[in-house]
């Protein structure tokens, strides 16, 4: 009696136009197989002799154009979304300089959407509340320009003039010092540490001294021509109200370009990240306004040198935990000493204002204004801004922490998804710390 045929395999839901990738191979003839193989070398000789005129757009066309009759093998599909993927990364760091005001005008408009939003609750359009939104912007930045700005580079200016005193002083204090010849004793010469000392050591000590307080007045010249800032300017406001008004819109679109299946979870995560990010994004600015405003009017109240520029670094150095606290306490001893009689007292002032308004902002104003939501632990949060620091500089300190913790958010997600969970409430997710 014969045996029954064994009946082929079935593919799997959704898999059924899949094939192997080696069955293309299987259906061809031998000399079909050789001229494949040799047309194939001989494009690869053609792309080397023309390697010059080749760009990533060349060489994304020609893969798809290679590899999209093949579609239905898997292996063809990941090579041609890997590709599309690499071109899409280099096309942005490529573009990046372009696409910098659309990114300050998008980030613009996510801190200020939550008041458009509760305005269109109470019937107001939402054009109007960003017209008016935008006119305020404009005009704060106008007013820090004329007002704020000269200020502050006449502060920078007055604290490199202190700097360059205080070095040649400390230079003539060392060079006449009776440590010179008490270190003739253990066998070093004096006359080539005096040497050391003027050619060596001073000027590099003023070049770095000199460097970190004028990166913040050369930012802006090294990221572009001043043709390139005054039009991003001018352009910012502009884009910034296009995409407040249309802001929901927007975020509709975006969820649009992911297929249907996937949608439902897109805005789960948006939903989500919105909830994290955008609470401690606009909590950490207003904490951050608020201590600038605070330390520029202890400052002036206690007579010290450079108020206002004392203030906007403490507004910026806000936004670095942990880091930002240690160079400010570093500033107010170093501007503190810059001062007028009593030196020693104007210095515990100042480090110790720095120091009470941190205990302060950790204790009352972080907890109510920016809330629980990041959570982070102190060493992955010490380590993020180490990392982040390493890659992206200064900015890398101020986006690590939300970065760091959306990051966690997704991790903590995809573990309790691998463990067979379904989604639960948004704050679940969060860590705590």
């Not at 066309?61 to 090579?79: D, H, K």
Request: positive net charge.
């Amino acid at each position: 009696m014969a045996k029954p045929s064994k009946s082929p395999k079935r593919t799997q839901p959704g898999r059924a136009s899949e094939e192997r990738w080696d069955s293309i191979f299987s259906s061809l003839g031998r000399i079909e197989v050789v001229l494949l193989v040799g047309g194939v070398m001989m494009l690869l000789v053609l792309v080397y002799t023309i390697q010059s005129i080749l760009s990533p757009f060349l060489a994304l066309g020609m893969i798809l154009f290679l590899l999209y009759p093949l579609r239905r093998y898997l292996l063809a599909r990941n090579v041609m979304w890997l590709a599309a993927t690499l071109f899409s990364l280099w096309f942005l760091n490529t573009v990046l300089n372009l696409l910098a005001p659309f990114i300050i005008s998008l980030v613009f408009a996510y801190i200020l959407n939550p008041v458009v939003d509760l305005f269109q609750r109470w019937r107001v359009p939402r054009a109007l509340t960003s017209f008016i939104l935008i006119l305020l912007f404009v005009t704060a930045v106008v007013l820090i320009l004329f007002f704020v700005f000269p200020i502050a580079l006449t502060q920078i200016e007055g604290m490199l003039d202190s700097l360059s005193k205080v070095i040649t002083d400390l230079r003539s204090t060392l060079y006449n010092s009776p440590l010179m010849t008490k270190l003739e004793r253990y066998g070093i010469k004096s006359d080539e540490l005096r040497n050391a000392l003027v050619n060596q050591f001073t000027p590099k000590l003023d070049d770095i001294l000199k460097a970190f307080f004028k990166v913040v007045l050369n930012f802006a010249s090294s990221v572009s021509s001043v043709v390139t800032q005054i039009f991003y300017v001018v352009l910012v406001p502009f884009l910034t109200f296009y995409i407040l008004k249309d802001f929901p819109l927007l975020g509709h679109r975006f969820k649009l370009l992911f297929p249907r299946r996937f949608r439902d979870q897109v805005a789960n995560y948006m939903e989500r990240a919105d909830d994290l990010i955008g609470h401690y994004l606009r909590g950490a600015l207003t904490v951050a306004l608020l201590q600038g405003i605070v330390t520029a009017t202890l400052f002036s109240f206690y007579g010290l040198k450079y108020a206002l520029l004392m203030g906007l670094f403490a507004a910026l150095f806000d936004l670095i935990p942990y880091f930002g606290l240690i160079v400010m306490i570093a500033i107010s001893a170093m501007v503190a000493a810059f001062s007028d009689p009593p030196v020693l007292q104007k210095i515990v002032l100042g480090a110790g204002s720095i120091w009470a308004l941190h205990i302060f902002e950790t204790a009352f104003l972080s907890p109510r204004i920016v809330g629980s939501k990041i959570g982070l632990h102190p060493l992955l949060m010490i380590l993020s801004l180490l990392v982040f620091m390493y890659f992206l500089g200064f900015i890398g300190l101020l986006i690590a922490v939300p970065t760091t913790a959306l990051l966690i958010l997704f991790i903590k997600d995809w573990e309790l998804r691998r463990k067979g969970g379904a989604y639960v409430e948004r704050d679940s997710l969060i860590p705590q710390p």
